[in-house]
């Protein structure tokens, strides 16, 4: 059970890392869309910003509108209710009939009240001093209205019409003015505030606007930048493109030509007679074999490559030994190095477990790599090709690696970066007449990557390479499902 | 030629503000018809202003003071007199308990009163108990009645002989009759 929970725990975070992977190789090779994407992003961005403003605009306006209408409604009840007390009391100078004398009062009375309550709510509401004074002094002047009313209508009351209208001329009418000019300079105050309030939405709406202009400017400048930025890179990428197939057609050309050159004068020496001794013969032939298995593994790297890029290349996965594969790599490169006149030392840890993978597509992996040591070995012609288990530090499992070492002119650091780049030949080798199409690392790696694996290197300019690949074990059921049903490992 | 008219403009006038029309019509919701006589005495509640300082007249102040051969309240107001239409059975308790008068001689007084200056008060008529109410608050020289139930905080229930509503040497009640 501990092991199920254990495998399945590993496969999970293998298929993790390997989604990080191809996420980032998706990200190195769409950057044009990212930019988009980011552009896109930028403009959602100012969008909800502009939209996010309008509305709190919007909400500023509908806000003090509100408070305009509501506050002039106030300040117009206000006045109307006042009118109304007074208005009131007077009716009552107009009949003799003390029920409606008595009625007057009532609906004056029941006005002053709301008078005074309105009074009460706008002080509540006063937040300058200056509306405080000018409410306290208004809730005063009403106050002694009302104990003048109270005395017209007392007088009234009673009958004394004369002493009623005197108590008005010469008390009402006097302090009623005061609330009235009181009122007044409530609603004037009440003006000045509503201009103030629109001043500050003007000011607002002007702010939204620069701001809208300055935000809408960034947006064009930016988009600006960015298309040129696509464009430069693009053109950039297609430049280089360029350079890089023509650099490939020139070195094709001439890897195509050395061999093909030599066969042909190999050829023309043997049909002209120049070569008639059997010893002769024979070497004639071994040149004439050399050069044609040049030109093969030249055409096959090529057409692997191209299948390679074009989505047509089929692996068929099978549960493999490590040292089967290393022996297959041994036996097809052992004419190479002896030629060349490399050594290369094998090492193996006994008890690896398997791998799940195309043996031939592996073997031509590491023999591009091999390839590559004797081509790049410089003066120290020993190659290291060790296979091991191990366990890296950023990963909780397991895996196989298998170094390819050389001890020739090493990579330079700025170069390293573009090695695994198709077509890529570094000015270095290129001026030291190496030959290559620049094809073997990249189709190594893809290969690498089309096993689950990858490829690494370790490199220092005149010291000497280490290419690792990396192959993920293979778990109990992987092998039984391997084994099984070998059409479901066919990947493309 | 002159007096003649005088004294008949004096009786119109007299005659005009004991009229006992009833301004119901007018006033619709806000009057209240006469309450129908029930069993049971009710006490009859004196009320005046609350601003007036008097808290306690004996009967026979009390009865100046309606007949209007009283003009000023203590505080220097001017004293109004509050009644009820006739049919209100306030009305015929104030009229038998202190007027000691039916509606005849009552009207016959303030005519007669008010025209000889004997009587200084012409009393003001009211519809309806709440009317009368509302006067009393209104009016800081007025004293009015109304059934002890229909008092509320707005005016002043003064003391009868010492005595307020409820007590039980309270003289001034609503004789109770069968309803008709």
């Not at chain 1, 609906?107 to 002053?112: F, G, L, M, V």
């Not at chain 2, 049971?40 to 309606?66: H, K, M, W, Y």
């Amino acid at each position: 059970m501990k092991q199920h929970i254990s495998r399945v725990a590993r496969d999970s975070a293998r298929n993790t890392a390997q989604l990080i992977d191809r996420f980032l190789h998706e990200v190195s090779r769409y950057s044009t869309a990212l930019l988009l994407l980011m552009v896109f992003c930028v403009e959602t961005g100012v969008v909800i910003f502009v939209i996010r403003d309008l509305r709190a605009a919007d909400r500023e306006v509908q806000r003090i509108y509100a408070g305009s209408v509501l506050g002039l409604r106030g300040i117009g009840e206000l006045q109307y209710q006042a009118q109304e007390t007074r208005r009131s009391t007077l009716y009552a100078l107009t009949t003799n009939d003390s029920n409606l004398q008595v009625a007057y009062a009532d609906q004056s009375r029941a006005a002053d009240r709301r008078v005074t309550e309105g009074i009460n709510d706008y002080l509540a509401h006063a937040r300058m001093q200056r509306e405080v004074d000018v409410g306290k002094r208004l809730q005063r002047d009403w106050s002694a209205y009302l104990k003048v009313r109270d005395e017209v209508l007392a007088s009234i009351l009673e009958g004394s019409t004369k002493e009623a209208v005197d108590f008005d001329l010469n008390g009402g009418v006097p302090s009623f003015d005061r609330v009235r000019q009181d009122l007044e300079e409530v609603k004037r105050l009440y003006d000045e505030q509503a201009s103030q309030r629109l001043a500050i939405v003007d000011e607002s709406s002007r702010r939204s606007a620069i701001r809208l202009v300055g935000v809408l400017c960034f947006t064009l400048l930016f988009v600006s930048v960015s298309v040129w930025a696509i464009q430069k890179s693009r053109m950039l990428s297609a430049l280089k493109l360029a350079k890089l197939q023509m650099d490939f057609v020139a070195s094709v050309s001439h890897e195509l030509r050395t061999p093909l050159a030599v066969i042909s004068a190999a050829a023309q020496n043997i049909a002209d007679g120049v070569v008639d001794e059997k010893e002769q013969l024979a070497k004639y032939g071994g040149v004439i074999r050399s050069h044609t298995r040049q030109l093969n593994e030249l055409v096959n790297q090529i057409l692997s490559f191209a299948s390679t890029k074009a989505g047509r290349a089929h692996y068929f996965l099978r549960p493999l030994q490590v040292s089967g594969l290393i022996d297959t790599v041994l036996h097809n490169t052992r004419e190479v190095v002896k030629e060349a006149g490399f050594v290369v030392e094998a090492l193996v840890e006994p008890d690896l477990p398997e791998i799940v993978g195309d043996l031939s597509a592996l073997s031509q992996c590491l023999q591009n790599l091999i390839g590559n040591a004797v081509k790049y070995g410089g003066t120290h012609p020993r190659i290291s090709l060790r296979a091991f288990q191990h366990k890296a530090d950023d990963s909780p499992f397991e895996e196989i690696r298998i170094n390819v070492e050389d001890h020739g002119i090493g990579i330079d650091s700025s170069d390293l970066p573009h090695i695994f780049e198709p077509f890529y030949r570094s000015p270095v080798v290129a001026a030291a007449q190496i030959h290559g199409t620049g094809l073997g690392l990249p189709l190594a790696r893809s290969i690498a990557e089309a096993m689950g694996g990858k490829l690494s290197v370790v490199s220092k300019l005149g010291v000497g390479s280490v290419f690792t690949l990396h192959l993920p074990i293979t778990a109990k059921g992987d092998r039984e499902t391997a084994t099984l049903t070998p059409d479901s490992f066919i990947r493309q | 030629m002159k007096r003649v008219v005088g004294v008949w403009t004096s009786v119109a006038v007299a005659a005009v503000l004991l009229l006992p029309v009833s301004p119901r019509a007018i006033l619709g919701a806000a009057s209240q018809a006469p309450q129908a006589e029930t069993s049971g005495d009710q006490d009859l509640a004196i009320i005046v202003n609350q601003s007036n300082p008097v808290d306690n007249l004996s009967l026979q102040e009390l009865r100046t003071v309606f007949l209007g051969e009283r003009s000023h309240w203590p505080n220097g107001r001017r004293i109004t007199l509050v009644m009820m239409e006739p049919g209100f059975a306030e009305r015929k308790a104030v009229l038998r308990e202190v007027y000691r008068m039916n509606e005849s001689d009552f009207s016959r007084h303030f005519m007669q009163g008010l025209f000889t200056g004997e009587v200084f008060v012409s009393p003001k008529t009211l519809a309806s108990p709440v009317g009368v109410r509302k006067f009393v608050f209104n009016v800081p020289g007025a004293i009015g009645y109304v059934r002890a139930t229909d008092v509320d905080d707005t005016v002043k229930v003064i003391r009868v002989n010492g005595h307020l509503p409820d007590d039980k040497d309270y003289s001034l009640r609503i004789q109770s009759r069968p309803a008709k």
